[in-house]
């Protein structure tokens, strides 16, 4: 099992940012990738930003160059560094993190952190 807790949420004007945080409750060696998603009612859990294997960093076409995604292995704790942020980046954001263990692919899911951008 894997818990998740993320925090940083909060609201801002348009123009601003934040930096939510996902503690991970193993070491991050033991996570084979790790995302950030958004999820606004009524719509499809997108995925925003993702660490995966081979160093490989993925954004979506609506936060790049605007969000950046980074880990700290001493802490266990993965970010979104959030700028430039619009009113429609208006979400419940999600960390999750995926591991492999015996050839068995498991998907874990923090409670989210609200973020609201509005003037």
């Known amino acids: 099992q894997v818990q998740l807790v993320e925090s940083g949420g909060g609201s801002v004007r348009p123009g601003g940012s934040l930096r939510l945080s996902c503690v991970v409750s193993?070491?991050?060696?033991?996570?084979?990738?790790m995302g950030w998603y958004r999820q606004v009612p009524g719509r499809i859990r997108q995925l925003d930003a993702a660490?995966?294997?081979?160093?490989?960093?993925y954004y979506s076409d609506s936060v790049k160059g605007r969000f950046t995604i980074s880990r700290d292995n001493a802490k266990n704790t993965f970010y979104l560094q959030m700028n430039s942020l619009l009113p429609e980046d208006t979400a419940l954001y999600l960390c999750n993190a995926a591991t492999i263990e015996d050839g068995i692919y498991t998907d874990y899911w923090g409670r989210g952190t609200q973020v609201t951008v509005s003037s």
């Open positions: 660490l995966r294997p081979g160093n490989e960093v």
């Open positions: 193993r070491n991050l060696s033991s996570i084979y990738s």
